[in-house]
C-alpha cells in the first residue's frame, strides 16, 4: 500500500525556521495537507493543495512542493508551535487516502 | 457552523461488537465526503476509509478493509464505524473528519474523538 515517509522528529530554536519534508512516489499527482496536532486534540488542518493556507493559520505556516517531496515550513519558531505535524495525500488513483508517520516537532 | 459530535468512550472486551457515532450539523452531509481515522495509544493517525453519504459510496484503506464497516444514515445527518468482534488491537482514539470545502482531501472539521478500549 501507498506510504508517505516524514522524519520522526525535527528540532529548532525559538525565532529559527523549521522545515518538514514528506516524501511519496505519487506527490508530483496528489496534492498534500498538513496537520499540526497538539497532545489530546484533535489535528488541526494547516496547509491544503501543497501550499494553501486555511483562514485563521499564521502566515509563518508555508507549504511547498518540489517532485516527490513536499515541505511544511515554519518561519520564526514559536514555543506554540512543538506538536506533531503529519501530512496527508492519496494514492496515484486518488482513491485511497494516508497519512505520513508524523514528525515531532521541538522547540529548544 | 459546521459541527461533527461522536459518541461517548467506550470499554469493550474482546470479541465484542462496537458501533460509534459522528453526528454533524451545520453543511448539507449528502455533499461532503467523511472521513474516520484511527490513533492508537502514542502512536500517528491512520486513515482507515471514507463515504460518500449521497449514494454511500465507500472506500477502505487495506489496512482496514474486512476490519470494520462504515456507514451513513442521511435521515439523521449521521455516519458510523463498527465493528463485529473486537481486538484489544483495536483501542485507539477514533475520529470522524469532513473535508475541506473549497476541495481536495485535507480534513478541515474533525469530531472531538471517541476513545475505545478494548480489555479483558
Known amino acids: 500500500s501507498y506510504e508517505l515517509t516524514q522524519p520522526p522528529s525535527v528540532s529548532v530554536s525559538p525565532g529559527q525556521t523549521a522545515r518538514i519534508t514528506c516524501s511519496g512516489d505519487?506527490?508530483?499527482?496528489?496534492?498534500a495537507y498538513w496537520y499540526q496536532q497538539k497532545p489530546g486534540q484533535a489535528p488541526v488542518l494547516m496547509i491544503y493543495k501543497d501550499s494553501e493556507r486555511p483562514s485563521g493559520i499564521p502566515e509563518r505556516f508555508s507549504g511547498s512542493s518540489s517532485g516527490t517531496t513536499v515541505t511544511l515550513t515554519i518561519s520564526g519558531v514559536q514555543a506554540e508551535d512543538e506538536a506533531d505535524y503529519y501530512c496527508?495525500?492519496?494514492?496515484?488513483?486518488?482513491?485511497?487516502?494516508?497519512f505520513g508517520g508524523g514528525t515531532k516537532l521541538t522547540v529548544l | 457552523e459546521v459541527q461533527l459530535v461522536q459518541s461517548g468512550a467506550e470499554v469493550k472486551k474482546p470479541g465484542e461488537s462496537l458501533k460509534i457515532s459522528c453526528k454533524v450539523s451545520?453543511?448539507?452531509?449528502?455533499?461532503?465526503?467523511i472521513g474516520w481515522v484511527r490513533q492508537m495509544p502514542g502512536k500517528g493517525l491512520e486513515w482507515m476509509g471514507i463515504i460518500y453519504p449521497d449514494d454511500s459510496d465507500t472506500r477502505y484503506s487495506p489496512s482496514f478493509q474486512g476490519q470494520v464497516t462504515i456507514s451513513a444514515d442521511k435521515s439523521i445527518s449521521t455516519a458510523y464505524l463498527q465493528w463485529k468482534s473486537l481486538k484489544a488491537s483495536d483501542t485507539a482514539m477514533y475520529y470522524c473528519?469532513?473535508?475541506?470545502?473549497?476541495?481536495?482531501?485535507?480534513?478541515?472539521?474533525w469530531g472531538q474523538g471517541t476513545l475505545v478500549t478494548v480489555s479483558s
Open positions: 473528519a469532513r473535508p475541506i470545502a473549497t476541495g481536495g482531501i485535507g480534513f478541515d472539521f
Open positions: 505519487a506527490l508530483p499527482k496528489q496534492y
Open positions: 451545520g453543511y448539507n452531509f449528502t455533499k461532503y465526503w
Open positions: 496527508q495525500s492519496a494514492d496515484r488513483s486518488g482513491t485511497y487516502w494516508v
